[in-house]
């Protein structure tokens, strides 16, 4: 399915988008109901659970998802979104399809239902999510080595970082100082999938702390 647009410009805010974001999500047969039962949005894009239920109380049988319990499967959807010219669009991929965006979050994840077939473009798009969410949120001070270089913008490379921050205006934007220069560079998260912890800034503030991060390092 490709984009679609809303030219009479009715949603407007993060409130409009959740609110039809939970519309897309709620339909009805003459044998089925879809419901809502999350949505998140990360950056750009919008992650939903709807759960199917029959209306004669009988299992949902469907060829991805293993039926729960109480009858009903619950599957994943992503929503990509944007503004064109003050109109919002949206394109929705159902997790089975193979969706490239894979930033949903655990939370989000627990509410699916099991899938029958292991080696699904829905089982892989999980994984990704884990996997996206396994990357370590570190905190001011920590010292960083990246699990492989990363090029920059002047032909040089870096791969030992400590965590920091740069002002704009009122506003604190992370950054991270380079060990080999002392500049500042931008990193994207995915950037920072499979980086190890070197020194932590809990640790330096704490003996007992860093005691205990030195035991983890053995």
């Known amino acids: 399915m490709g984009w679609l647009f809303y030219t009479d410009r009715r949603v407007k805010t993060y409130a409009d988008e959740k609110a039809e974001i939970a ?15 999350k949505a998140c949005k990360v950056g750009a894009t919008w992650y939903a659970a709807a759960r199917v ?24 959807a992503v929503f990509l979104t944007r503004y064109d010219e003050g109109c919002w669009g949206y394109k929705d991929i159902e997790e089975s399809a193979g969706p490239v965006e894979s930033c949903a979050p655990l939370s989000l994840l627990a509410l ?15 994984q990704r999510c884990r996997d996206w969410a396994a990357i370590p949120d570190y905190e001011e001070g920590d010292k960083i080595r990246l699990a ?8 040089s490379t870096c ?6 921050h740069y002002r704009r205006g009122a506003q604190r934007r992370r950054c991270y100082r380079i060990e080999d220069t002392g500049g500042l560079v931008r990193l994207s998260k995915a950037s920072l999938a499979g980086s190890e912890l070197l020194d932590s800034a809990k640790g330096a503030a704490s003996p007992v702390l860093a005691e205990f991060f030195r035991g983890q390092k053995g």
């Open 112 to 126: 699916l239902s099991e899938l029958k077939d292991p080696d699904s473009y829905a089982h892989a798009w999980r």
């Open 53 to 76: 239920t029959s209306l004669d109380g009988s299992p949902v049988e469907d060829a991805t998802y293993v039926t729960e319990n109480d009858g009903s499967i619950t599957f994943g």
């Open 23 to 37: 519309r897309l999500c709620t339909s009805e047969t003459e044998t089925r109901r879809t419901e809502l039962l």
């Open 159 to 164: 791969q030992i970082v400590t965590a920091t």
């Open 148 to 155: 492989a270089p990363v090029s920059l913008t002047d032909g």
